[in-house]
């Protein structure tokens, strides 16, 4: 095989390596970096145009690449933990590949940096939330009575409502937000989930993955929590409906009390205008057993 075909055959595979890129996505992650000698990089914006360049050229060769959220402090934890050299970008590369294998990425493909960094934060926060809902599911250990254990039996029950709550929903575009406090911070996780004309339900595993234990959460622990349903569709109006969290289920909300959650701002207590062509009304019947508290732990 001649120099030229091996020059070939290299660029071929190049193309099949996935990278991943650890971003410092703000001004002070950034400067905490920049203690290390070996970090090239003095100025945050330039960081992030040289960032997206890269970005380009690999797109243009065809390479795949993914963002993940490189956060200085855990960069530091896993530093000490494994004995490796901060100062050092063999070591920055094993952390890079650590959050990739473990953390939350996103894939760049082509958007804007501007555009992917708030989608790369959001997907952080989502995964921080989700891990923080599944220890303390798991911290609340068997059921004194039965024995059952308390957070896996709340996960199934939650994703047995979850399940009805898609089912009953109109056809269209559905969002739905659950946010449980009580913990030491309020919990708040979204799901998109759109159906289309043939009746499937389309989401995202990982999204309802992190609902699904929130929601579970609330009902384990009997923390003040709701849930509340959007649906959108072409040619009729909004609908907005939802649920309070209560022990082992939900509790249908009137549609008064969703117009009120709706029309108040939640920091000032002010009331806000209703939006215009938006349908605020009691939730579907979920079945028999919606507010059934079943055996209590």
């Known amino acids: 095989m001649s120099h030229t075909d ?10 099949e390596i996935v990278g991943t890129l650890g971003l ?15 970090f090239a990089f003095d100025d945050h914006s330039a960081y992030l145009q040289q960032v997206e360049a890269l970005l380009r050229i690999r797109a243009a060769h065809g390479n795949h690449t993914t963002l993940a959220l490189f956060d200085p402090a855990e960069y530091a934890e896993f530093c000490a933990g494994t004995g490796l050299e901060p100062d050092a970008p063999a070591s920055r590369a094993r952390f890079t590949a650590e ?8 894939p760049y493909e082509g ?5 992917l960094v708030p989608s790369l934060v959001d997907a952080a926060v989502r995964q921080a939330t989700w891990e923080y809902a599944t220890q303390l599911l798991a911290r ?23 399940v009805r709550i898609l089912d009953t929903a109109p056809t269209g575009d559905r969002h739905l937000v659950c946010s449980v406090s009580g913990t030491e911070e309020t919990l708040m996780s979204v799901l998109h989930a759109d159906r289309d004309t043939e009746g499937i339900t389309q989401l995202d595993e990982t999204e309802a993955l992190e609902f699904t234990t929130v929601l579970a959460l609330g009902i384990a622990t009997s923390s003040p929590g709701g849930l509340v349903m959007r649906t959108s569709a072409p040619g009729t109006a909004d609908r907005i409906y939802g649920w309070r969290v209560r022990h082992n289920g939900l509790e249908p909300l009137t549609a008064g009390e969703v117009f009120d959650a709706y029309c108040t701002d939640v920091e000032s207590g002010d009331l806000i205008s209703p939006e215009s062509g938006v349908d605020y009304s009691v939730p579907p019947d979920l079945g028999d057993d919606e507010r059934t508290p079943g055996h209590h732990h």
Do not use: K, W
């Not at 410092?24 to 070996?38: G, N, P, W």
């Not at 959050?99 to 996103?106: D, E, F, L, R």
């Not at 609340?140 to 047995?160: K, N, Q, V, W, Y």
């Open 24 to 38: 410092l996505t703000d001004e002070q992650d950034f400067r905490a970096m920049r203690r290390y000698r070996t």
């Open 111 to 115: 958007q804007n940096l501007a555009d």
């Open 99 to 106: 959050i990739a294998a473990t953390g939350a990425t996103v």
């Open 140 to 162: 609340l250990g068997p059921c004194a009575t039965c024995g059952e254990d308390i957070g896996r039996a709340a996960f199934t029950r939650a994703s047995d409502l979850l």
């Open 6 to 15: 091996h020059q070939i055959m290299r660029r071929v595979l190049r193309r």
